[in-house]
């Protein structure tokens, strides 16, 4: 058989252009295809085992923290939307409508879910009725269309994307408080060990927490771009949902009370955005605990090709706890295959030829830092459960390097704007109105309020918008 020509790779540099890079190593690398319907994605096997993998760790995580699974419909009436006010005021323009059944005009809209409060709390209603039904904890993994946008972009911003919607209930507001922030550092944890993604945890502001909740936890992340975007969340919803409800029990004294709820989620928006702090012109940079194919064998043959794919499925066997291919086709060249492997961002290559067996080592390169070494085939079990945990860890530095080197504290508004327009994320104090929110995002040409990180001491000064006292110090950005 004829031998292929190398793919060419990717045609643009990611700090030339980063959202045709962008487009390109989704494509290439085989995350993602489009179709017909604009901000609707296929997620292909390469990007959905990432989510599987992301699905089974923070599954173990919540059960551990006593939540359960459970699956509520899809379709939402209208009724039932429009019970809680300020939910509804928050999501209509994002809401999708079925209002046929073939050609016949249904009664009441039904909107795709945009998120399931609605739903479920109609459920929880009848099912609390005592203190000892509390808390009730209950999370579901499924999708949610929300129509908002015009600019769609695979992963980071689609109209209908993945996640989990965890839905807790809870007898005081101290219990509920507690699992809010426990959430929040349980995500922290999973971007940080699977990701490789640092994030700055914090609270929204008034201006920005989602609708209905009293307030919002976040997770915030910087991107190549310039671009801050939110990643997991935490909401303490307060009564606000029992009262719309009438999620209510009888305590132990035998008086009724409403619960107090929480709700929280994580998105496949966050494989966008390891897609970009990660990845470089070559392509994809997977982290080793989220890569689907860890480690590719690339075996290098001329005329003793029986030889040496022998010893390569001896390597295989012997790394059987990670994720290995071996890749032995011959209609392809060891170069072809190189090249293909690191536009996947597979974390480790194992090259071995016939001067390899020879010397009784392999060659060792690892795709984040492009580094080569010999190592001695006694010595590759330890070589490699070494790589990969210092790729993880590498990855993580660098990320956390890329958001810190790129803030910006400013006093004044001349330099918030300057700041913005460097495409960096501004730390400044701020008084907390939701006025000065608009001021600055019309100043700026569209920043926003990321959070209030956690942490602060007293804050002494005055807010960079109105000069009024400032309550706290807070990051602003232009969001994705």
């Not at 040496?308 to 011959?330: F, G, H, Q, T």
């Not at 597979?346 to 492009?370: C, F, H, S």
């Not at 085939?377 to 330890?382: H, M, N, R, S």
Request: proline share 4%.
């Amino acid at each position: 058989m004829a031998k292929e020509k190398a793919p060419s790779g990717l045609g643009v540099k990611k700090s030339e252009d980063i959202s045709t890079w962008y487009t390109e190593v989704i494509q290439k690398a085989g995350l993602a295809d489009y179709t017909d319907v604009s901000g609707c994605i296929v997620f292909r096997p390469y990007a959905y085992a990432m989510w599987e993998k992301i699905v089974a760790e923070v599954d173990k995580r919540i059960k551990k923290m006593g939540v359960k699974n459970a699956y509520f419909p899809l379709l939402i009436p209208e009724k039932l939307l429009k019970k809680e006010q300020a939910h509804v005021k928050g999501f209509s323009p994002e809401v999708a409508w079925v209002t046929h059944a073939g050609d016949s005009k249904l009664d009441e809209r039904l909107a795709i879910r945009p998120t399931s409060e609605t739903i479920m709390y109609e459920s929880y209603k009848n099912w609390i009725r005592s203190w000892r039904d509390l808390p009730l904890k209950i999370n579901q993994w499924n999708n949610v269309v929300r129509w908002e946008f015009k600019h769609p972009v695979p992963f980071l911003r689609t109209r209908e994307f993945l996640w989990n919607e965890g839905h807790t209930v809870f007898a005081t507001k101290e219990e509920a408080e507690k699992e809010c922030f426990e959430i929040l550092d349980m995500y922290d944890e999973v971007l940080k060990d699977y990701f490789a993604l640092y994030g700055v945890k914090g609270k929204k502001t008034e201006h920005e927490k989602f609708a209905g909740a009293e307030y919002t936890l976040s997770i915030e992340l910087f991107l190549p771009n310039g671009r801050a975007i939110q990643g997991p969340d935490a909401h303490h919803d307060g009564q606000n949902f029992a009262k719309a409800f009438g999620i209510k029990f009888l305590d132990q004294n035998q008086k009724e009370q409403f619960a107090y709820q929480n709700t929280w989620a994580i998105t496949t928006r966050m494989i966008g955005v390891m897609i970009m702090v990660h990845g470089d012109d070559r392509g994809l940079v997977l982290p080793p605990k989220l890569a689907p194919l860890q480690i590719v064998i690339v075996p290098i043959f001329f005329d003793d090709k029986d030889k040496i794919i022998k010893k390569a499925k001896d390597i295989k066997d012997m790394l059987s706890d990670y994720s290995v291919e071996l890749d032995d086709r011959d209609e392809y060249t060891a170069g072809w295959k190189f090249n293909e492997y690191e536009v996947k961002g597979v974390p480790l290559r194992i090259e071995i030829g016939p001067k390899d067996i020879a010397k009784d080592q392999v060659v060792l390169v690892r795709r984040d830092t492009l580094k080569k070494e010999f190592v001695p085939l006694k010595d590759l079990g330890k070589r490699v459960k070494e790589t990969l945990e210092d790729i993880q860890t590498h990855l993580y530095k660098q990320s956390k390097k890329m958001l810190e080197e790129n803030i910006v504290e400013v006093k004044d508004m001349a330099e918030f704007v300057k700041a913005i327009e460097n495409k960096k994320l501004v730390k400044a104090l701020f008084c907390g109105e939701a006025s000065c929110e608009d001021v600055i995002k019309d100043k700026t040409g569209g920043a926003t309020s990321r959070n209030i990180p956690f942490g602060q001491k007293l804050v002494t000064g005055k807010c960079v918008c109105c000069g009024k006292q400032a309550k706290n110090s807070v990051y602003f950005g232009k969001g994705y």
